[in-house]
């Protein structure tokens, strides 16, 4: 390997398939933006575009772009650490391969339908060819069956290569984890006509994947990450994320119900959802708790500076994000006020980018290290580090930004809309007519554009970073390989045996 030259033919075959999956990511992460200026220009200017590529379609290509890529960013990941976590070569390579390219193509076709053929008859060769009509999921029957297919193929590579390798605390998570990630998918894909009935399932897979079992994922990813970028030892990170993983099910999964509250399900879904979801904020400080710690104890001496600004990034952005902003709008009693409004959306994106955008990032900065024959990426880059800390501000004031703007909407929304209007058509329509909405759609507009430049540059980085550098990557030590000093030893065997 030549440090600072592009060294993909070294790389093994795990690693070779995680960058092709982070390059199909990343080039869906820059048609997502795009999609989410269109749609939020059309806020402002209604007429742009009305007939050719309506809101609905920038919309549903906006958010399917998000998922699709995030779960690209994800594949790219396991793919990356599994031959280092198993200690053995990825098993079924040529599967691997075959379902990598089986999977872009259809999410290609997937999108050139959206965009051009866009809409159907009310019947079923609709739902089989053109849009199944489930938001964040509307990939059509024949893409969803395609999807579990291939996520199938990606299971056995994964469960093989650790059958045949060595476990960790990590992989096991992971394993299990990854089964109730996909099992979870088909909640998504029957078909009823009865609409409750639908949501009710729907929900399934988007509040538990985002709210569980993608949490449990990027907790695995986290865990890696930390032990890579500081050389955090492997006991502590373990214990952690075992208590992460109990705190995260153990909220998570009956939080569901803050979806069951207006849509025809029993009441009782008011208490337990609003109860469990309350607490799904405390795993969410325990992860921020867990990097900081780790962090600080390392002094913040990395051998990846931008990984970890970005892991750092992805604790509070998931604190705040997913924990914080929607611990807002979860009990019942404020829901009925803030429920579709711009509030959820101002939740929703921030949440998505903190907990799940960040760390995806993270690992690509991890992954293009190795790529570029394990350089430098400490202090003193070349550059001085302006690319990745520039991308890493612009990114991320676009998006405070943004959901600033989307809070104030939400919450005049809120206000004229719900609490003074009594939720009626007309006051539906007074509340986003009032100026404190207007303006804050012009406030999304900008911080978006702006995180658009931040994102344009993050890539740029992304294609440049390590390049023109000479040293090789700083050696982190690893706490595992030095004897325990005596004072942890009390302190982690206490936490240990807490944790299992
Ligand atoms: C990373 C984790 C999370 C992500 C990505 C996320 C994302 C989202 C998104 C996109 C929506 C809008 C869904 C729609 O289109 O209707 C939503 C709704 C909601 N989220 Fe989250 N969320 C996360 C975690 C949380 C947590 C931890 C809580 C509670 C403490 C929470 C509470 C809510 C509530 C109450 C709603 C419903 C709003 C409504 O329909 O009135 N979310 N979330
Ligand atoms: C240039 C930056 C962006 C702009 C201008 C933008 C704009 C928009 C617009 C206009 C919508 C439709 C909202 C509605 O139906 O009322 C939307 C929805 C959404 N966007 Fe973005 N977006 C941007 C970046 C992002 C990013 C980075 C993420 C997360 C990774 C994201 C996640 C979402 C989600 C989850 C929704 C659905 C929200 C809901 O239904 O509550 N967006 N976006
Ligand atoms: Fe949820």
Redesign the pocket.
């Given at each position: 390997m030549t440090v600072g030259a592009l060294n993909y033919a070294d790389l093994s075959i795990g690693k070779k398939l995680a960058i092709k999956y982070f390059t199909v990511a990343m080039v869906l992460f820059l048609a997502q933006m795009l999609f989410g200026l269109i749609a939020a220009w059309q806020f402002i200017a209604p007429d742009f575009l009305f007939g050719i590529l309506d809101f609905n379609v920038n919309r549903m290509v906006h958010i399917n772009a998000m998922v699709v890529w995030l779960l690209y960013g994800f594949i790219g990941s396991i793919f990356w650490l599994i031959e280092d976590e198993s200690g053995v070569p990825l098993v079924g390579a040529r599967i691997a391969e075959a379902t990598f390219w089986i999977l872009t193509v259809a999410v290609v076709i997937v999108v050139l339908v959206y965009l051009f053929v866009q809409s159907g008859p009310g019947e079923t060769a609709t739902l089989w060819l053109i849009n199944e009509g489930r938001?964040y999921i509307e990939a059509p029957r024949w893409a969803d069956i395609g999807i579990v297919v291939c996520m199938v193929a990606i299971f056995y590579n994964v469960l093989a290569t650790f059958l045949k390798g060595q476990w960790s605390g990590i992989s096991g998570v992971l394993v299990l984890d990854l089964i109730a990630l996909a099992g979870l998918y088909l909640a998504g894909m029957f078909y009823t006509t009865n609409l409750p009935v639908d949501q009710y399932w729907w929900w399934w897979v988007?509040h538990l994947w985002?709210?569980a079992t993608w949490?449990v994922l990027v907790g695995c990813i986290m865990a890696w990450g930390l032990i890579k970028t500081l050389g955090a030892r492997r006991k502590i990170v373990t214990t952690w994320l075992y208590i992460e993983v109990a705190l995260m099910f153990g909220s998570g999964i009956l939080?569901l119900g803050?979806?069951y509250f207006w849509i025809g399900t029993p009441e009782y879904w008011l208490g337990v959802g609003g109860f469990f979801?309350?607490l799904?904020?405390i795993p969410?400080v325990a992860m921020v708790v867990h990097s900081v710690y780790d962090a600080g104890r390392h002094a913040f001496r990395s051998n990846n500076h931008p990984a970890l600004a970005w892991l750092i990034a992805h604790a509070f952005g998931?604190f705040l994000?997913?924990?914080v902003w929607?611990?807002m709008?979860?009990l019942p009693q404020i829901?009925l006020y803030?429920?579709?409004t711009q509030w959820?959306s101002s939740?929703?994106h921030l949440?998505?980018f903190g907990?799940?955008v960040t760390i995806v990032v993270a690992f690509i900065y991890l992954a293009l290290q190795k790529l570029r024959g394990d350089v430098w990426m400490s202090g003193g880059l070349v550059d001085r580090g302006r690319k990745w800390k520039w991308s890493l501000v612009l990114t991320h004031v676009g998006m405070v930004g943004m959901t600033i703007a989307l809070l104030i909407a939400g919450y005049e929304q809120s206000f004229v809309e719900r609490a003074l209007g009594g939720s009626t058509w007309q006051a539906y329509f007074e509340g986003q007519m009032r100026p404190w909405f207007v303006e804050a759609m012009w406030w999304r507009m900008i911080f978006g554009v702006l995180m658009t430049v931040g994102v344009v540059l993050l890539l740029w980085d992304f294609l440049t970073i390590g390049a023109k550098e000479t040293k090789p990557m700083l050696e982190v030590r690893s706490l595992d390989e030095e004897p325990e000093p005596e004072e942890t030893e009390v302190g982690e065997v206490g936490v240990a045996t807490q944790g299992s």
């Open positions: 938001e988007i985002v709210e949490e939080g803050h979806h979801s309350a799904e904020p969410l998931n994000g997913a924990g929607g611990f709008q979860t829901n803030t429920h579709g959820s939740h929703g949440a998505f907990a799940y």
